[in-house]
């Protein structure tokens, strides 16, 4: 299982773009890299996911480099409601185990 | 559309009764299901997961397991409580083995006193 490494937490502004940047440095051939969201008392909602090079939907944008060691969740012009924990998951077709990291806590402030 | 159901929501137990949480998914077959729990303020710790009926892996050694004895229920269980058991349960699905989008339940909020 490759393992993730993420920043503990960031602080951010509305209206600001925040970039969450996640380490997984023995991602195998056949994983995908899935971000998460989680709000207090509630179960992570996926947000997107990715294989290689850029990703986007109407909520995040997902940057992969060429080697994937690692990989950059974007959110545009975060608001106070985008105030959660968001975690990166790497795993594909070799394993059935999903292993969520400690996760990136963030505080969007007014 | 598929959706997942957990219940309860939460649940006070005394320490040494015996607990016993049910999640049931809809709208798919054959889902690899999850058990996981979550101390106040800390990440999400993998217990169980199945990939098929009667398929259980631990992850962690403990006081709980786990069972699957239809395709689309995972039950979770102890035999006897103990105070750290305590923690926010969520049980979750996925459907196929490339696509790494869980679903989550609305979780059980479990407090052993």
């Known amino acids: 299982l490759a393992k993730t490494t993420q920043p503990i937490s960031m602080d951010s502004y509305e209206g600001q773009e925040v970039n969450i940047t996640c380490s997984h440095n023995n991602i195998a051939t056949n994983d995908y890299i899935t971000w998460y969201q989680q709000f207090p008392s509630q179960g992570p909602r996926f947000i997107i996911q990715?294989?290689?090079t850029k990703v986007t939907n109407e909520v995040a944008s997902l940057f992969i480099p060429a080697d994937r060691k690692s990989s950059t969740l974007s959110l545009p012009r975060v608001s106070l409601s985008d105030t959660a924990v968001y975690y990166c998951?790497?795993?594909?077709?070799?394993?059935?185990?999903?292993?969520f990291g400690t996760g990136t806590r963030l505080q969007v402030f007014p | 559309s598929q959706t997942i159901h957990q219940w309860p929501a939460t649940l006070v137990q005394p320490v040494g009764s015996p607990l016993s949480l049910e999640c049931t998914v809809e709208?798919?077959?054959?889902?690899?299901l999850y058990w996981y729990r979550q101390a106040a303020g800390r990440g999400l710790q993998l217990l169980f997961y199945s990939v098929g009926i009667g398929q259980i892996s631990s992850e962690v050694p403990q006081n709980l397991s786990a069972s699957r004895p239809q395709d689309r229920q995972f039950i979770l269980s102890s035999k006897k409580l103990l105070l750290s058991d305590s923690g926010f349960y969520l049980c979750?699905?996925?459907?196929?083995?490339?696509?790494?989008?869980?679903?989550f339940g609305q979780g059980t909020r479990l407090t052993v006193v």
């Open positions: 998951l790497v795993g594909g077709s070799n394993t059935d185990k999903l292993i």
């Open positions: 990715g294989y290689k």
């Open positions: 709208g798919t077959s054959n889902p690899n």
């Open positions: 979750a699905w996925i459907s196929g083995v490339m696509n790494t989008e869980a679903f």
